[in-house]
């Protein structure tokens, strides 16, 4: 293995383990992957939401925080956010009055949708930028990740 590619941020892979070379990693690219967005866009809590309402359609409040892993009231602002902005409306759940659905609207699709873009020629251009034995060892190692995660 080239010596470079061993290395984790606090040290060598001989010192920290696969598994710490893993998390880094992965915690360093999801990092970085998140941080490829349109200037001026929202932060990465709010920018979360519109791209699961964009997915996934419309959500509620207690959805959205279960999908998000944070209290409602934390949720709340995001969804707030997103409403002044124009990017998401509130609806009424047509199955129960009481509640309400957040509801992306065609600006919020638009900033979703450009957001997946740059995101995705970001990696896209790196990953091309590999050599053919680089991009292959990058779809296996995907593949062992992959049933790791399934596990």
């Known amino acids: 293995m080239d010596r470079d590619a061993s290395r984790t941020e606090t040290g060598d892979v001989e010192d920290a383990g696969l598994g710490a070379q893993v998390r880094s990693t992965v915690s360093r690219l999801y990092r970085r992957f998140r941080s490829e967005r349109p200037e001026g866009s929202?932060?990465?809590?709010?920018?979360d939401v519109l791209l699961r309402l964009h997915k996934s359609g419309p959500q509620t409040l207690t959805e959205l925080s279960e999908y998000g892993?944070?209290?409602?009231?934390?949720?709340s602002q995001s969804v707030n956010r997103l409403t002044s902005a124009g990017y998401a409306v509130r609806t009424p759940d047509p199955d129960d009055g009481r509640k309400v659905r957040f509801r992306i609207t065609a600006e919020g699709a638009e900033v979703a949708h450009a957001t997946r873009a740059q995101r995705h020629a970001w990696l896209d251009a790196?990953?091309?930028?590999?050599?053919?034995?680089?991009?292959?060892a990058?779809?296996?190692?995907?593949?062992?990740l992959s049933r790791i995660a399934d596990s």
Do not use: F, K, Y
């Open 42 to 47: 929202l932060g990465d809590a709010a920018l």
């Open 69 to 75: 892993q944070v209290a409602p009231a934390s949720m």
């Open 126 to 136: 790196h990953l091309g930028g590999l050599s053919e034995d680089d991009q292959r």
């Open 138 to 144: 990058i779809a296996h190692a995907c593949a062992l």
